[in-house]
């Protein structure tokens, strides 16, 4: 976590959950991963468990450049703790990262579930 370049953010337990709940969001946007989600009998397939986890760390790593970006665009005006303790703040910050993910997986730059 600590590429969000946020000390006290990153060691922050709610950051993880966020994070989490983001990467679920795009797993949705993939078909095999979403299968993945919404079959639990997917889920005892050893090789499809790992060819999704094989490939998590880059997407991570796309979601956390961005989240690193929002929150040097709060700059001093972040209040992450009130922040991720709100439903509708949590909602906007994932509705962000989501849309410019979008954007990137668009133009072929953002990794992705294959």
């Known amino acids: 976590m600590d590429e969000i ?8 337990a709610l950051t993880s959950f966020f994070v989490l709940n983001v990467m679920r969001h795009v797993m949705e946007r993939s078909a095999r991963a979403r299968n993945l989600i919404l079959d ?26 961005d989240l690193k970006y929002e929150i040097t665009e ?10 991720l303790k709100s439903p509708e703040e ?4 994932r ?5 410019s993910y979008e954007k990137e997986m668009k133009k072929g730059k953002a990794a992705v579930f294959k």
């Open 95 to 99: 509705n962000v990262l989501l849309s």
């Open 5 to 12: 370049g946020h000390d006290q953010m990153a060691g922050y």
């Open 40 to 65: 639990k009998g997917a889920m005892s397939s050893a090789d499809e468990r790992a060819a999704i986890l094989a490939q998590a760390p880059a997407v991570l790593g796309d979601l956390l450049v």
């Open 90 to 93: 949590v909602r906007s910050w």
């Open 74 to 83: 709060k700059g001093a005006s972040l209040d992450y703790k009130s922040d």
